[in-house]
């Protein structure tokens, strides 16, 4: 794999308006590009040996696991089954301990559960791609580095640890009042909509800023203490 290929990404989700958005995360993380949304587990491997035909195989596949025709677990074992250099990130709601393990087992290699901010899909997606770097290198041998360096690609680090204080839920309703609002928004405009204290929001709002989700700017026309505001990136 080329370090500046873009990586294929396959979407497999029942829900149409959540795939569409795990597609829009997708395209705001530069080196992915979304091949294919499908909406059940037959259509996915249909599409996912079409691709392989069309010499455009899929790298990476965000599988949900309760599908309406089909389990993922199921899915995950058929498209490993294809013998494709492919990896598959669940992205569920799905909390069960025996699914995670059963997930390990069938070969997905990372597991996101619903709900997620944008930055914990995007870290998820970017370790993928230094997990499949650290495995591409020349020959057909590896060494114990560069298995040591691609599994540790693969976990987590302290970065995306909300800081002290702060709650995903209400992280992910600032962030998507952000993200939705075709203008920029002031923390007072956003605690209004939301009942929340402006200083609280502000707190929000900042980390979202430190994270690279958002940017900060004076607004126009409150000179002396000027009001920030907020868009999202």
């Known amino acids: 794999m080329s370090n500046d290929a873009a990586l294929r990404v396959l979407i497999v989700e029942d829900d149409p308006m959540t795939a569409q958005a795990h597609a829009d995360f997708v395209a705001r993380v530069p080196g992915f590009e979304v091949v294919g949304t499908c909406l059940g587990g037959h259509e996915a491997i249909e599409r996912f040996d079409e691709l392989a035909a069309a010499g455009t195989s899929v790298d990476i596949v965000l599988l949900d696991m309760n599908l309406t025709d089909s389990h993922g677990l199921e899915v995950a074992g058929r498209l490993n089954s294809r013998g494709q250099d492919v990896d598959i990130i669940a992205i569920t709601a799905v909390r069960h301990l025996q699914v995670i393990r059963s997930a390990i087992s069938s070969g997905i290699t990372q597991y996101l559960i619903k709900p997620f901010t944008f930055a914990s899909f995007r870290e998820k997606l970017e370790n993928q791609r230094e997990f499949r770097r650290g495995l591409s290198g020349s020959g057909t041998l590896a060494t114990q580095a560069s298995v040591d360096n691609a599994l540790s690609a693969l976990r987590s680090v302290s970065s995306t640890t909300l800081p002290k204080g702060l709650i ?22 956003v605690g209004r909509r939301l009942e929340l204290s402006r200083v609280t929001v502000r707190r929000y709002l900042e980390h979202l800023v430190a994270t690279k989700q958002a940017i900060k700017q004076p607004r126009h026309g409150t000179p002396g203490r000027p009001e920030y505001e907020y868009r999202w990136v």
């Open 168 to 189: 995903a839920e209400t992280l992910d309703a600032v962030s998507a009042f952000v993200r939705d609002s075709p203008v920029p928004v002031s923390a007072t405009e």
